[in-house]
């Protein structure tokens, strides 16, 4: 955050929203959603003269702020304006506050539905939102539509990034991974990961990651006379390789020269 400069202590502060027309800083794709006016927001100072302030709803406040914050905090009573908030929402985030991460059921309905898409990328033009890497052609990628006002644009990443909001987000979107579009369009690995994460909840740890480029598919099968059957095997890396390089490059800066 661009005010965790020299010795200023960071600003943040919690209230009930006065107006209707306050908009989410919170993580994409969710940005720019309205936070409802008496809703719990928290704000971060960004210091900018036009807009001093930065809101999100209570709800998209994510586990790296709320580290963030025990950092320069040593309890959640400390931050300005818990003190005028109604003892139910003090509970709530002091709860948060141990817990490492706000409840559930207090993330926004806005930012539990989406609308994705599923699928191989094209080219390597696609870059991850979560770890900043380009997704290599034929990477399983999951894609989720962004309604920015009134522009319809997808934001892709590697199926094996989608955080645990996200899988939770899809989830809540379809009664089951068959109506996820595009998912009859998917061979049959990619079709199991999208159930594994489904019935987890989450991507479970040996699917984390960018994965590997899917194997040819079946409509390319009859074409090349080269390959039959099953196709060609590559060796295969240990998957723990994978969680390390994600979690690598979600930590480092994204690249600066393109
Ligand atoms: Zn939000
Ligand atoms: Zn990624």
Redesign the pocket.
């Given at each position: 955050m661009s005010n965790w400069e020299g010795d200023k202590k960071p600003v943040y502060r919690l209230e009930y929203t006065r107006s209707s027309r306050s908009r989410c800083t919170g993580p994409r794709p969710w940005k720019g959603t309205n936070i409802e006016k008496g809703g719990l927001r928290f704000g971060s100072f960004a210091g900018n003269m036009a807009f001093p302030w930065e809101w999100r709803h209570w709800g998209c406040v994510t586990p790296h702020i709320l580290n963030n914050l025990k950092k320069s905090f040593s309890q959640a009573e400390e931050l300005d304006g818990f003190d005028e908030l109604s003892e139910e929402d003090q509970e709530r985030v002091k709860k948060a506050w141990e817990e490492g991460h706000v409840a559930p059921e207090d993330i926004p309905e806005s930012a539990k539905k989406g609308v994705f898409k599923l699928g191989y990328a094209l080219s390597r033009r696609s870059k991850?939102q979560?770890?900043n890497?380009y997704?290599s052609k034929g990477l399983f990628r999951l894609g989720i539509e962004v309604d920015f006002r009134g522009d319809i644009s997808l934001y892709w990443?590697?199926w094996g990034?989608a955080e645990d909001r996200v899988v939770e987000a899809l989830k809540a979107s379809y009664d089951e991974p068959a109506k996820i579009d595009d998912f009859d369009n998917l061979k049959e690995g990619e079709k199991e990961k999208v159930q594994r994460a489904w019935e987890e909840g989450k991507i479970p740890d040996d699917d984390k990651g960018?994965g590997e480029v899917a194997e040819t598919g079946k409509e390319a099968a009859g074409d090349s006379g080269s390959f039959g059957g099953m196709g060609v095997t590559q060796p295969v890396p240990p998957t723990g390789l994978f969680t390390t390089n994600?979690s690598m490059s979600a930590l480092s800066a994204p690249e600066t020269n393109n």
């Open positions: 991850c979560v770890c890497e997704i990443q590697h990034c960018p994600s």
